[in-house]
Structures are given as C-alpha cells and as structure tokens.
C-alpha cells in the first residue's frame, strides 16, 4: 500500500511559473530515486527530473535552467519548481517513486501554458 499524490498543476501564461509537489505515504520501507515525467497528447512520456537519494539531479536537456527538483526525504515529497513555462511544456505530470518494494506513479497533474 503506497500511494502518490501529486498537486500544484493550472493554468499560467508563458513565461510564468509553477510548483509542484509530491507525497508518498503508505507502508513505505525507503525511497530511493524520485522523479517527475510528463506526458502530452500524442507524445511519449518522458523522463523530465529525478532525484536520487545523494545522487546527481538529471534533467530533460529542454528544462534544464528553467527547473529545479528538490526533496523532503522526511516527508517522503518531491517538488518541481518550474520557471519560464513554455507552451510546449503543456503536459500531464507525474510523480514517480521507487521504493523498496518497486516503482509507483501517481495520478497526474495537469500543467497548461498557454497565452
């Protein structure tokens, strides 16, 4: 029983700026990497930062310098501070989470840029 819960999508204009967050809860042995994909109609998923557990950041070569990944450990959360929105960056996000017993997603939250 691990559940994923992500919050913090809407609607901005480009060039705005959005955080999001995550929180795992449940029988959670650790936490390993945590992560955020994202997802647009037609498109594939893809991998836009993570965070391992005192490892490197990884960034999506198109938000790097716009945004930043960050972590509670305590709290089990990830955050996604995500400045200078594009409209290309329209898409469901996704909080993933590997743990112990394996990867969980939460359900999305919706990120909208447009004019």
Same mark, same amino acid.
């Given at each position: 029983?691990?559940?994923?819960?992500? =919050?913090?999508?809407?609607l901005?204009? +480009?060039?705005?700026?959005?955080?999001?967050? /995550?929180?795992?809860?449940?029988?959670?042995?650790?936490?390993?990497?945590?992560?955020?994909?994202? $997802?647009? +109609?037609?498109? $594939?998923?893809?991998?836009?930062?993570a965070? !391992? %557990?005192?490892?490197?950041?990884?960034?999506?070569?198109s938000?790097?310098?716009?945004f930043?990944?960050?972590?509670? %450990?305590a709290?089990? %959360?990830?955050?996604?501070?995500?400045n =200078?929105?594009? !409209?290309?960056?329209?898409?469901v996000?996704l /909080?993933?989470?590997?743990?112990?017993?394996g990867?969980?997603?939460?359900q999305?939250?919706?990120v909208?840029? =447009? !004019?």
């Amino acid at each position: 029983q691990v559940q994923v819960v992500e =919050s913090g999508g809407g609607l901005v204009q +480009p060039g705005g700026s959005l955080r999001l967050s /995550c929180v795992a809860s449940g029988n959670i042995f650790s936490i390993n990497t945590m992560g955020w994909y994202r $997802q647009a +109609p037609g498109k $594939q998923r893809e991998l836009v930062a993570a965070i !391992p %557990s005192g490892g490197r950041t990884k960034y999506l070569d198109s938000v790097k310098g716009r945004f930043t990944i960050s972590r509670d %450990s305590a709290k089990n %959360s990830v955050y996604l501070q995500m400045n =200078s929105l594009k !409209p290309e960056d329209t898409a469901v996000y996704l /909080c993933n989470v590997e743990t112990y017993q394996g990867n969980y997603w939460g359900q999305g939250t919706q990120v909208t840029v =447009s !004019p």
